[in-house]
């Protein structure tokens, strides 16, 4: 399942930054706009994997996973 998450792109001086909306924590800083939507893409989905981790270890054994829309 695709998801789509919002990037808020800015040039700032030589650099290109930008943050996920959604996501607090995921920012980053490139040369380029497009290095940077790249860049993003990547630590959104480090992110979103490391945050699944962490849930499903604090979690322990006998959880169970259910799909929220908003």
Known sequence: MQQTFTA???KEGDWWI?????VPGVNCQEPTREALLQTLRVTLGE???FNRAEARSAAGQ????FSIAV
């Open 18 to 22: 930008g943050w996920i909306e959604e």
């Open 62 to 65: 006998g959880f169970e996973e």
């Open 8 to 10: 808020v792109v800015k």
């Open 47 to 49: 992110a979103i994997e």
